[in-house]
T-cell receptor, first 111, second 114 residues
Framework: GQQLNQSPQSMFIQEGEDVSMNCTSS?????WLWYKQEPGEGPVLLIA?????ELTSNGRLTAQFGITRKDSFLNISASIPSDVGIYFC???????????FGTGTRLKVLA | DTEVTQTPKHLVMGMTNKKSLKCEQH?????MYWYKQKAKKPPELMFV???????INESVPSRFSPECPNSSLLNLHLHALQPEDSALYLC?????????????FGPGTRLLVL
């Protein structure tokens, strides 16, 4: 099925560093969601974005809905070991229930 | 409360077995989803129910049969599965209408087909 381009594919960082990842689409979305998934668990919703240009924070996480409506960004500040996991973006176009998922960013944090 | 529950958590079945996965939410959501997820891959949409009617079937083989008995429950009936169907099966729900749709996932059922 269709997937969004998500980068980077994986990141190995030191504890305390900031992290940035992004998703790009060839089509316009009106909703962007960011999830974190740990092994054997379901994805957990981190941030939801509904408006072009919107910037939303959830603790150390900040996400933005790109102005073109074809991309979104997630930043994690001052990473900690429990940030380890796979981060997925998901976009949805108007008039459909279908979410398109990014390929995922695997994050590992070294203490 | 943004909880979606799924049972069982783990399931092992033979290729001739019939089993069912169950999903429940009490958020008043009117859209419910089944996804299949292989290791290190994103969730792959299988079915969407909106207002208890099947609205999306992503060309899923007939050995997977979804059912939505009411607005809170979603089942996935499994019959004559193949080993390649082994995966994490995720249920999700969303409000089902309006501009600010947010989708919440359950913890998943880990399925192993022998």
């Amino acid at each position: 099925g269709q997937q969004l381009n998500q980068s980077p594919q994986s990141m190995f960082i030191q504890e305390g560093e900031d992290v940035s990842m992004n998703c790009t689409s060839s089509s316009i979305f009106n909703t962007w969601l960011w999830y974190k998934q740990e092994p054997g668990e379901g994805p957990v919703l981190l941030i939801a974005l509904y408006k072009a240009g919107e910037l939303t924070s959830n603790g150390r996480l900040t996400a933005q809905f790109g102005i073109t409506r074809k991309d979104s960004f997630l930043n994690i500040s001052a990473s900690i070991p429990s940030d380890v996991g796979i981060y997925f973006c998901a976009g949805r176009a108007s008039g459909t229930y279908k979410y398109i998922f990014g390929t995922g960013t695997r994050l590992k944090v070294l203490a | 409360d943004t909880e979606v529950t799924q049972t069982p958590k783990h399931l092992v079945m033979g290729m001739t077995n019939k089993k069912s996965l169950k999903c429940e939410q009490h958020m008043g959501h009117r859209a419910m989803y089944w996804y299949k997820q292989k290791a290190k891959k994103p969730p792959e949409l299988m079915f969407v129910y909106s207002y208890e009617k099947l609205s999306i079937n992503e060309s899923v083989p007939s050995r997977f049969s979804p059912e939505c008995p009411n607005s809170s429950l979603l089942n996935l009936h499994l019959h004559a599965l193949q080993p390649e169907d082994s995966a994490l099966y995720l249920c999700a729900s969303s409000r089902g209408g309006g501009s600010q749709e947010t989708q919440y996932f359950g913890p998943g059922t880990r399925l192993l087909v022998l």
